[in-house]
């Protein structure tokens, strides 16, 4: 079955850092990819998505990049902070989905050293 | 935080019996979606509920039951526990009007079946 998956199950990062977490996917008709965060005891929180028709996008400290033909996904988190420690998602979404099915991928746990 | 509330926080069952999570989400948010998410794995899609009707199921057999409520609450209802039952169970919502991927997820609920 087509799934998302990610490249690497953590990442230790020195503070003020940039950090780069990577997402593979193998659904081509996806529309959205999304990058979640979780904190310890708490839900997904909603950091970040991108368009299947844009390559980048940014938003405060963080870049997303899509590469369609390689079906690759990364999140890039600039001058990485202690708060940023959290488990990293990469989600997708296909809005024809007639399940509504959002497809999250295992994790990236990101660990800021001081 | 997110405006979207579960309970109980944590729970203990034993094999074969019946459990019922409750969320309860913000005022206007009348989709909501529930996800189970195992230790050291992402959420996965258990279904959605749009205006007290399911509309959309992941890979979850029937014993996985939900209710929707007209005061933005809901339930997901657990028959013959097992013990790969054993996870984080997540319910996240939105407007009708907001795009699937910003939906706000609850802190969860955490079952163990012994």
């Known amino acids: 079955g087509e799934s998302v998956g990610l490249h690497l199950p953590t990442l230790s990062v020195q503070e003020g850092d940039n950090s780069i977490i990577n997402c593979a996917y193998s659904n081509s008709a996806s529309d959205y990819f999304i990058w979640y965060k979780q904190e310890s005891g708490k839900g997904p929180q909603f950091i970040i998505d991108i368009r299947s028709n844009m390559d980048k996008r940014q938003g405060q400290r963080v870049t997303v990049l899509l590469n369609k033909t390689v079906k690759h996904l990364s999140l890039q988190i600039a001058a990485t902070q202690p708060g940023d420690s959290a488990v990293y998602f990469c989600?997708?979404?296909?809005?024809?989905?007639?399940?509504?099915?959002?497809?999250f991928g295992a994790g990236t746990r990101l660990t800021v050293k001081p | 935080e997110t405006g979207v509330t579960q309970s109980p926080t944590h729970l203990i069952k034993t094999r074969g019996q019946q459990v019922t999570l409750r969320c309860s989400s913000q005022?206007?948010?009348?989709?909501v979606s529930w996800y189970q998410q195992a230790l050291g794995q992402g959420p996965q899609f258990i279904f959605q509920y749009y205006r007290e009707e399911e509309n959309g199921r992941g890979n979850f057999p029937p014993r996985f039951s939900g209710l929707q409520f007209p005061n933005y609450s809901s339930e997901l209802n657990v028959n013959a526990l097992e013990l790969d039952d054993s996870a984080l169970y997540l319910c996240a919502s939105r407007p009708t009007s907001g795009r699937p991927e910003t939906q706000y997820f609850g802190p969860g609920t955490r079952l163990l079946v012994l």
């Open positions: 989600a997708e979404f296909s809005a024809g989905d007639n399940n509504n099915d959002m497809r």
């Open positions: 005022s206007g948010h009348n989709t």
